[in-house]
Nanobody, 126 residues
Framework: QVQLVESGGGTVQPGGSLRLSCLVSGSYFSNYAMGWFRQAPGKEREFVAAISWSGATTNYADSVTGRFTISRDNAKDTAYLQMNRLKFEDTAVYYC???????????????????WGQGTQVTVAS
């Protein structure tokens, strides 16, 4: 059973930074593309960033490009989301996801991911 556990959420002031981590267990981490999605109250879950299994390809939502960086450490079975210059509108529950057959062309599609974490809250407040 593949399990994903996010950590690193919290409350930060606008302009601040957080780094989210997603530890994957129960399977070969390096086989999976990894994605980060978020859901704000009253809104649908949306794509934030994703990285291919090799790390060679990354993809970002326009709203976070230049501020967020996704990475992975296959030796630690962990994906990361470095979030800089956070804004009020970044407030949401952030979910990581793993996709076994998620190719580089579809990294941003929710339906392409097989396993999900429980989410971690990120709040940007002054």
């Amino acid at each position: 059973q593949v399990q994903l556990v996010e950590s690193g959420g919290g409350t930060v002031q606008p302009g601040g930074s957080l780094r989210l981590s997603c530890l994957v267990s129960g399977s070969y981490f390096s086989n999976y593309a990894m994605g980060w999605f978020r859901q704000a109250p009253g809104k649908e879950r949306e794509f934030v960033a994703a990285i291919s299994w090799s790390g060679a390809t990354t993809n970002y939502a326009d709203s976070v490009t230049g501020r967020f960086t996704i990475s992975r450490d296959n030796a630690k079975d962990t994906a990361y989301l470095q979030m800089n210059r956070l804004k009020f509108e970044d407030t949401a529950v952030y979910y990581c996801a793993a996709g076994l057959h998620t190719t580089a062309q579809v990294l941003g599609l929710i339906k392409e991911y097989d396993f999900w974490g429980q989410g971690t809250q990120v709040t940007v407040a002054s």
